[in-house]
Structure formats: C-alpha cells, structure tokens
C-alpha cells in the first residue's frame, strides 16, 4: 500500500483543522464561551475568498486578506451585539452557548439565502494548484507547501503573542481572573475585542483555504464543527500547542484511520465523524484537560524516579 | 360554502395541530430537563429520531411477518403490500401503534437513563457539546446502517392506524385527535411530575446542586429521572410523527430540530409549561406561515426559499429572548403546593418567583 498520498492527505486536512480549531481555542480561553456560532466564521471566510476571487478577480493572497477581515468583523459584530451584553449582565455560560446557537442560525441561514439568491450554493475558490515535486505515486503541490507553514506560523505567531509581549499577558490574566484583571489597570474590552477579531480571522483564513482545497457550501462550516470541537478539546480546549497536536490527531484519523478500519475491519468510510464524536467522549471522560493536562517535567520525573526505584534492585 | 371551505381546510389545520402537538411533547419533554432540571439536553432530536426508529423498524417488520412479504423492509413490494393490508385488519393495525409507542417510551427511558452517565459527570457546558453532536452522530449511523431505518432512502410503508377509516379526512382527523390527547397527556404527566416534591427537589438541584446534597437528597437519581422522563416522552412524540408521516426518514433528524424546539422553550419560559404552550404555538404557527404553500394560498409566489428564513428567524428569538426577556414570555412561577394556594389566599406571598437577573456590571472602560 502507498501510504505516502494518505499520509499527504493526512497532514493537509490536520494543517486545516487545526487552523479552524485555533480560534476556538482562544475563545474559550480568554472569554469562556462555548462558542457553536465559531462554524459559520469559518464558512463565511470561506466565501469571501471564493467571491472575492471568482467575481472580483483579485489574487487569492489578497481574497484570503479579505477573508481574513471579514471574518474578524463579524466575531467582532457577534461579541457586541450579543456576546458582551449578556456577559456584562452576569448570564450563566449556558446562556451563553444557547445564544451562540442562535447566532449561528442567523449567519448560517442568511449565508444560505444569499448564496441561493444567486446561485452560489456551491462554490470552490478558482486556483490552480500546481504540482511542485513527485513525491512517490503523488505530487507535492502548492497548497500543502502554502498550507502546511502558515498553519505552524499562524500558531507561533499566537504562542508568542500570547507568552512574550505584554498583551499577551495581559490576556493571559484577563482568562484567569476578570476582575482581578480589570483592577489591576488591565483594559478588559479593549482585549477582548482584539481576542474576538484574532479569533475570527484565524478562522476566516482557515476557511478560504479549504475553499480552495474543496467544494463549499453554507452548510460545511457547521458540517465541520465536530472536528473542530474534537481538535480543540483533545488540546485541553485552552493550549496552542495541545490544538495542533489535536488538530492533526484528527486529520490522520479521519483520514488515514478510517481508511486503515476500512480495509481491515470493513467499517464504511462515512463513519469517519463517529471517530471524532468518540475522541471527544473520550476526553471529557477520561481527562478532561486533554494534552495541556500532560505535565511533561512531571511525567520524565516520574519516568526517572521509576529508573531510580530499579536502580537498587540491580545494585542488590 | 362556509362548510365547503372548511372541508378544504380539513388537511391544512389537521397538520398544523398534529404538529403542535407533536412540538409541543418535544419542547415539554426539554422544559423538564432543560427548564427544571439545568440538564442541557440539546440532543433531544436524538432521543425523538430513537422513538421514530423503533416504531417504523418494529412495525414494518412485524408487518412483513404477518403478509409474509420477501426482500426485508426496504423493498418496494414489502411497503405496498403493508399498506394494503393495513385497512382491511383495524386490530393490527392498531395494535401495532400501541405496541410502538409503549416499547418507544421503554427504549427512549433506557437511552434517557444511559445518557445520565456523562450528565452527572460533565459541565453543563461540555455536556450540551456531547449531546448536540449525539443528534448528529445518531443521523450519521441511522444513514449508513440499512437494517434500523433502509439509510439514505428511508423507510416507507408504515400504515396511520386510522387508515381503515377509508376516508382520508376523517383518517387525519382521528389521528390528530389522538395525537392531541397525547400531548395533553405529556402535560399532564409533566405537570404532576413538576408539582410533586419531586419537582421541587429538582429545582433545587439546578439552582444548587452542593444545597441539595447537604440536605441529604440523592442528587443524581433526581437528574437521572428527569432525562428517564424527557426521553421517554421525546421518543413518544417521534412515535406519533412517524405514523402521521407513515414512513421514517434519517435525514429528518439532523440537530436544527432540537434549536427550533430550544427556541420554544426559551420564547415561552423556562420552567414554566404554560409558557411553553404558548411557545410552541407561536413557533409552529411560524414554521407553518412560512412555508412556500402557505404564501401560494395568497397568490404570492417567492423567489426566494423561505424555509432558510424560518431558520433566521428562530436564531432571531433565541437571542433576542435571551437579551431582552431571559424569562420568556411567561416567567417561573413557584411550584404549586397546597401551602402555596393558602398563602396566596391570605396574601402572605407573592405569587411571582422568577429569575434574578443581576444588575448590569458598570462600563467604565468598554
């Protein structure tokens, strides 16, 4: 079996989930919210690429701009029309999740309209992608060599932000405690407002690329939440790094796991989402910090200390 | 004239009630788990699509045993040769819906039961997670497994009980008065169960769960019980849309359901069933107006789909109850006990209790 195509593949999707799964992560770590409305970001910065490369014309580094801020407008528009004033009321997190469900509906259906409207329910942003080296039976393509490293980069660029400058701390302690946060001379809205629009563009970017790696419709940001979800929770829904790992977790088994049950046990390729329903089960039950809840000094400690209890008995 | 025109209207307001009534036993069911008992079950669609799976997968079945029909459920031949067995023996028939719906409210409380485990485990928040994407899971499997409901096509043939009546409007009639008698009696169930020191118990445990226990209450059998509950009456109601349908379809149960039957709950009032009424009949009567066929009865015709801006609207009020009116239209009313009817009588108490919604954090710097 060529595992080098599936692996390529593999790779690709994690690259993208993870993109779409960043966001999430950060949304709940700054501002606690469960944030279902996190798909339709996603789907809408998927069509302002496409429309904006399509009917515009405009080159695809400058749609994915576009996209980009598109999506950070609307995550904006969400947190003050409705996020932020049912924060600022003192509303339970419950609460909150139930109105990011109604926002999705909104977005998700006035996309549907629009794009039905005028013919658009299903798009693909129109970029060749070019074959770049033989890698095997397959090509490495331009895509995954665009793909791949912005994904790492976008994720350094938030772990820097976030560890090594003063906003980032700032943020650090706004998710830890508001209202120490807040007396300490921190200026919690204006942060949060540069969260929601990281958030949404993060998202927005990750959506114009899998426009261009696959046909849309209205329907794919919410059709992807689950691996979403699944990407950031097994990260421990709060750590970058735990996202990647996530992230890519997800795109080797919903890609190259499915295919390998397939072949083996004869389990249909459309269970793939029952794997990542599964993941999250799994988490929630078993550790629910996922890979950030991993102390990894602790666990080499604990390793050595094992080393050290065998130590005696060879001596002895 | 007048009565021929209403006899026009016979199908129109026959669907409209059934419906009611069946939205109104979902958006009951999750009042008691979401309303009274905190559970954020948002994977209701779930537990409606398993009462919908065993009445179509049991009755089809059974039917094919009795006509003695080749080629399984799915086949063509075997639904044709159900539907016309079906009016010439009334007792099968009629049996059969019996049967359904009391092995559905059996399999909806186990799966209710089943669903207690991570519920007394997880955060609310990360348990409405789980239970929304169970909805979705459930449609997936149902899609690819052909034996529970024959996947992509859909299972057809399962005959209304009332088809032996001939007549297609009385046939609707009757059933919509069952249906009706069903949902009241979901009311009434859940009423008892609310009011009942059971009810109470339950409140307290979604205000303060640690209070309950300090009292020495059993904290996860009061949860366990209301998603038993819930699920069971959301099984029942999938029960009566199958056999109005007469056929099971897994594309039918996807997510959206459990937010447009969230929407009744939230516009009427959380815990509160009076509210709840009103919320479902506001919805429905939305989910009915608008509809292509609706605006064709005015001579309009639209260019654009409406059913998207069905779904708008609902996101809509979910918001905008949340933001303007959090206790819905009908807010919480304390539980109705015999001290509550003399207090009430003396004018010790007000009879209002709904929720405290804190003042606004001041906004200095937003």
Same mark, same amino acid.
């Given at each position: 079996?060529?595992?080098?195509?599936?692996?390529?593949?593999?790779?690709?999707?994690?690259?993208?989930?993870?993109?779409?799964?960043?966001?999430?992560?950060?949304?709940?770590?700054?501002?606690?919210?469960?944030?279902?409305?996190?798909?339709?970001? %996603?789907?809408?910065?998927?069509?302002?690429?496409? =429309?904006?490369?399509?009917?515009?014309?405009?080159?695809?580094?400058?749609?994915?701009?576009?996209?980009?801020?598109?999506?950070?407008?609307?995550?904006?528009?969400?947190?003050?029309?409705?996020?932020?004033?049912?924060?600022?009321?003192?509303?339970?997190?419950?609460?909150?999740?139930?109105?990011?469900?109604?926002?999705?509906?909104?977005?998700?259906?006035?996309?549907?309209?629009?794009?039905?409207?005028?013919?658009?329910?299903?798009?693909?942003?129109? =970029?060749?992608?070019?074959?770049?080296?033989?890698?095997?039976?397959?090509?490495?393509?331009?895509?995954?060599?665009?793909?791949?490293?912005?994904?790492?980069? %976008?994720?350094?660029?938030?772990?820097?932000?976030?560890?090594?400058?003063?906003?980032?701390?700032?943020?650090?302690?706004?998710?830890?405690?508001?209202?120490?946060?807040?007396?300490? +001379?921190?200026?919690?809205?204006?942060?949060?407002?540069?969260?929601?629009?990281?958030?949404?563009?993060?998202?927005?970017?990750?959506?114009?690329?899998?426009?261009?790696?696959?046909?849309?419709?209205?329907?794919? +940001?919410?059709?992807?939440?689950?691996?979403?979800?699944?990407?950031?929770?097994?990260?421990?829904?709060?750590?970058?790094?735990?996202? %990647?790992?996530?992230?890519?977790?997800?795109?080797?088994?919903?890609?190259?796991?499915?295919?390998?049950?397939?072949?083996?046990?004869?389990?249909?390729?459309?269970?793939?989402?029952?794997?990542?329903?599964?993941?999250? %089960?799994?988490?929630?039950?078993?550790?629910?910090?996922?890979?950030?809840?991993?102390?990894?000094?602790?666990?080499?400690?604990?390793?050595?200390?094992?080393?050290?209890?065998?130590?005696?008995?060879?001596?002895? | 004239?007048?009565?021929?025109?209403?006899? *026009?209207?016979?199908?129109?307001?026959?669907?409209?009630?059934?419906?009611?009534?069946?939205?109104?036993?979902?958006?009951?069911?999750?009042?008691?788990?979401?309303?009274?008992?905190?559970?954020?079950?948002?994977?209701? /669609?779930?537990?409606?699509?398993?009462?919908?799976? /065993?009445?179509?997968?049991? *009755?089809?079945?059974?039917?094919? @045993?009795?006509?003695?029909?080749?080629?399984?459920?799915?086949?063509?031949?075997?639904?044709?040769?159900?539907?016309?067995?079906?009016?010439?023996?009334?007792? @099968?028939?009629?049996?059969?819906?019996?049967?359904?719906?009391?092995?559905?409210?059996?399999?909806?409380?186990?799966?209710?039961?089943?669903?207690?485990?991570?519920?007394?485990?997880? !955060?609310?928040?990360?348990?409405?997670? $789980?239970?929304?994407?169970?909805?979705?899971?459930?449609?997936? #499997?149902?899609?690819?497994?052909?034996?529970?409901?024959?996947?992509?096509?859909?299972?057809?043939?399962?005959?209304?009980?009332?088809? @032996?009546?001939?007549?297609?409007?009385?046939?609707?009639?009757?059933?919509?008065?069952?249906?009706?008698?069903?949902?009241?009696?979901?009311?009434?169930? &859940?009423?008892?169960?609310?009011?009942?020191?059971?009810?109470?118990?339950? !409140?307290?445990?979604?205000?303060?769960?640690?209070?309950?226990? $300090?009292?020495?209450?059993?904290?996860?059998?009061?949860?366990? @019980?209301?998603?038993?509950?819930?699920?069971?009456?959301?099984?029942?109601?999938?029960?009566?849309? #199958?056999?109005?349908?007469?056929?099971?379809?897994?594309?039918?149960?996807?997510?959206?359901?459990?937010?447009? /039957?969230?929407?009744?709950? &939230?516009?009427?009032?959380?815990?509160?069933? !009076?509210?709840?009424?009103?919320?479902?009949?506001?919805?429905?009567?939305?989910?009915?107006?608008?509809?292509?066929?609706?605006?064709? /009865?005015?001579?309009?015709?639209?260019?654009?789909?409406?059913?998207?801006?069905?779904?708008?609207?609902?996101?809509?009020?979910?918001?905008?109850?949340?933001?303007?009116?959090?206790?819905?239209?009908?807010?919480?009313?304390?539980?109705?006990?015999?001290?509550?009817?003399?207090?009430?009588?003396?004018?010790?108490? !007000?009879?209002?209790?709904?929720?405290?919604?804190?003042?606004?954090?001041?906004?200095?710097?937003?």
């Amino acid at each position: 079996m060529d595992l080098i195509l599936p692996v390529l593949n593999s790779i690709t999707l994690g690259s993208l989930f993870t993109l779409m799964a960043l966001g999430l992560t950060l949304t709940f770590s700054v501002t606690r919210i469960v944030n279902f409305a996190h798909a339709e970001l %996603v789907a809408i910065g998927g069509y302002v690429t496409a =429309v904006v490369t399509n009917y515009i014309g405009l080159s695809i580094y400058e749609s994915l701009v576009a996209a980009f801020v598109a999506s950070a407008i609307l995550a904006l528009a969400m947190d003050e029309l409705a996020f932020k004033p049912l924060y600022k009321r003192g509303s339970p997190t419950l609460f909150l999740l139930v109105a990011s469900i109604g926002i999705d509906l909104v977005v998700r259906f006035s996309l549907f309209l629009t794009a039905d409207a005028t013919g658009n329910i299903i798009i693909q942003t129109k =970029v060749p992608i070019q074959p770049l080296m033989p890698l095997g039976k397959t090509y490495l393509t331009t895509f995954q060599v665009v793909v791949i490293p912005l994904t790492l980069a %976008v994720v350094v660029v938030l772990h820097a932000l976030f560890h090594y400058t003063k906003v980032g701390k700032a943020l650090r302690a706004m998710a830890d405690n508001e209202d120490l946060a807040r007396v300490s +001379g921190i200026k919690i809205y204006t942060l949060r407002r540069l969260a929601w629009m990281l958030v949404g563009g993060t998202a927005g970017l990750a959506g114009g690329l899998w426009s261009i790696y696959l046909v849309i419709d209205p329907d794919f +940001g919410w059709n992807s939440l689950l691996r979403i979800f699944a990407a950031s929770i097994l990260g421990g829904f709060t750590s970058f790094w735990g996202t %990647v790992i996530g992230g890519y977790i997800i795109g080797f088994a919903e890609n190259l796991g499915i295919a390998t049950l397939n072949t083996w046990f004869g389990v249909s390729t459309a269970y793939a989402p029952l794997i990542s329903f599964a993941i999250i %089960v799994a988490v929630f039950l078993i550790k629910p910090s996922g890979f950030a809840g991993i102390d990894l000094s602790s666990l080499l400690a604990k390793l050595r200390g094992l080393h050290k209890n065998l130590e005696p008995e060879a001596e002895g | 004239m007048m009565f021929e025109q209403l006899y *026009t209207m016979i199908p129109f307001i026959t669907t409209f009630l059934t419906f009611y009534a069946v939205y109104l036993m979902l958006s009951l069911s999750l009042n008691l788990e979401y309303g009274y008992g905190g559970i954020p079950n948002f994977g209701h /669609v779930f537990f409606e699509s398993i009462g919908a799976y /065993v009445a179509g997968n049991l *009755t089809a079945n059974l039917l094919n @045993w009795i006509v003695a029909a080749r080629g399984g459920i799915c086949a063509y031949p075997a639904s044709h040769a159900r539907m016309m067995f079906a009016p010439l023996h009334p007792i @099968w028939i009629v049996g059969m819906f019996v049967f359904s719906i009391i092995i559905a409210a059996l399999v909806g409380g186990i799966f209710g039961y089943l669903a207690s485990y991570p519920a007394l485990r997880l !955060k609310e928040d990360f348990l409405a997670i $789980t239970l929304i994407f169970i909805g979705e899971i459930g449609r997936v #499997v149902v899609r690819n497994e052909r034996s529970i409901a024959c996947g992509l096509v859909g299972l057809t043939g399962v005959p209304n009980p009332f088809i @032996w009546l001939r007549d297609p409007n009385l046939m609707f009639i009757a059933y919509t008065v069952l249906a009706i008698l069903f949902a009241a009696g979901s009311y009434m169930i &859940i009423k008892r169960f609310v009011n009942s020191p059971f009810g109470r118990l339950l !409140k307290s445990v979604r205000d303060d769960d640690l209070v309950a226990m $300090t009292l020495g209450k059993h904290v996860p059998k009061a949860r366990a @019980w209301a998603l038993i509950l819930g699920s069971s009456v959301a099984a029942v109601a999938g029960v009566i849309k #199958v056999f109005f349908a007469q056929g099971v379809f897994a594309d039918d149960y996807v997510p959206l359901i459990t937010f447009v /039957v969230l929407s009744m709950v &939230i516009l009427g009032g959380m815990a509160n069933n !009076k509210g709840v009424l009103l919320g479902a009949l506001v919805m429905t009567a939305l989910d009915f107006m608008i509809s292509p066929s609706f605006f064709t /009865v005015f001579g309009v015709t639209l260019q654009l789909n409406v059913a998207y801006i069905k779904y708008i609207i609902t996101g809509v009020v979910i918001i905008a109850i949340l933001l303007f009116r959090p206790q819905g239209l009908i807010s919480e009313r304390p539980v109705e006990t015999p001290g509550l009817d003399i207090a009430k009588r003396a004018g010790v108490m !007000k009879p209002t209790a709904g929720l405290e919604i804190p003042a606004e954090r001041d906004e200095a710097d937003s």
